[in-house]
């Protein structure tokens, strides 16, 4: 695995995300937001992809971060 293309990858799809969030800021809608929940150690991200009445559905964001199994253990 080549380290530095998979670092310039998490970074282009971050990248995506935050603009896909200022983009539905700019337009006061809630789909293409993000959420950031505390999870294990850090933080998970979700977008929401749709808004109902008194609620939102939202799917968990890949591809931004280290995958699970790549992390060292001690």
């Known amino acids: ?29 809630l789909k293409g937001r993000y959420i950031r929940e505390p999870y294990a150690d850090s933080y998970a991200l979700y977008e929401v992809i749709r808004k109902n009445k008194k609620s939102v559905r939202i799917r968990v964001i890949t591809g931004i971060g280290v995958p699970a199994g790549l992390i060292p253990t001690m």
């Open 1 to 29: 695995m080549d380290v530095n293309k998979w670092l310039e990858e998490i970074e282009k799809n971050r990248e995506k995300v935050e603009q896909k969030d200022q983009e539905s800021k700019a337009q006061g809608i």
